[in-house]
């Protein structure tokens, strides 16, 4: 079963039963202490080196920041300009903004070869502008919430072939990520009639943008 996002020791990871591939990145969350002289040349060398990994998580922030910040628009803006350059795909971060995180990406239409819109949240009227981007969506455990009506009922609306299940976590013990990504899945497919198989091949689309 693919976990579409998570965390370890630093960076972000999405894992199949095949590979797991590395995304490398600056969340907004952290946009404000970056040198912005350094962050495009570090971002390029790591990806050269890791041929594999991809672009996340970035995006910008109202949930803990409050407002988007010109640095989170910068960073964001600086990294999607090295993805589209190495042709890697990116994971997105969009907390309480997605309607301009989507807006953002579209300047790069074309340029980057597929978006993972992590943890989306928001209204189903971005759906067709977020696939038209190639665009996948994560959804994680807030299914498991019972107060989480809304959330449940855009994840029925999603399109079933660019729906993947995470459980963005840091956990050290692999088998407390796997409970949770097994109850995140079981819920969803109670919701969708997603099966496992589906959940692996829309993985593979993802990651194949690329060749990966």
């Not at 041929?51 to 910040?69: C, F, I, M, Y």
């Not at 600086?78 to 589209?84: D, F, G, H, I, R």
């Not at 819109?117 to 696939?131: A, K, M, Q």
């Amino acid at each position: 079963m693919t976990n579409a996002h998570y965390h370890r020791e630093g960076v972000t990871l999405l894992s199949s039963r095949e590979k797991t591939i590395r995304f490398y990145g600056v969340h907004p969350w952290n946009a404000e202490t970056v040198r912005m002289e350094e962050l495009a040349p570090s971002l390029r060398t790591m990806l050269e080196a890791d041929p594999h990994a991809g672009v996340g998580e970035v995006g910008l922030d109202r949930l803990k920041t409050r407002v988007v910040t010109a640095a989170q628009r910068e960073v964001l803006l600086s990294q999607l300009e090295v993805a589209a350059e190495l042709c890697r795909p990116v994971v997105l971060h969009g907390a309480k903004c997605w309607g301009e995180v989507v807006k953002t990406v579209k300047l790069f239409a074309g340029r980057i070869p597929a978006f993972l819109f992590h943890g989306f949240s928001r209204s189903d009227g971005l759906v067709p502008e977020i696939v038209a981007l190639n665009g996948f969506i994560s959804v994680g455990k807030a299914v498991l919430n019972d107060h989480a009506v809304n959330y449940r009922a855009l994840v029925r609306k999603l399109p079933l072939d660019r729906l993947l299940v995470e459980t963005d976590d840091d956990a050290a013990d692999e088998q407390e990520r796997a409970e949770a990504l097994s109850a995140v899945f079981s819920k969803t497919a109670e919701l969708t009639g997603l099966t496992e198989a589906q959940l692996d091949a829309n993985a593979s689309s993802f990651l194949s943008s690329m060749r990966l």
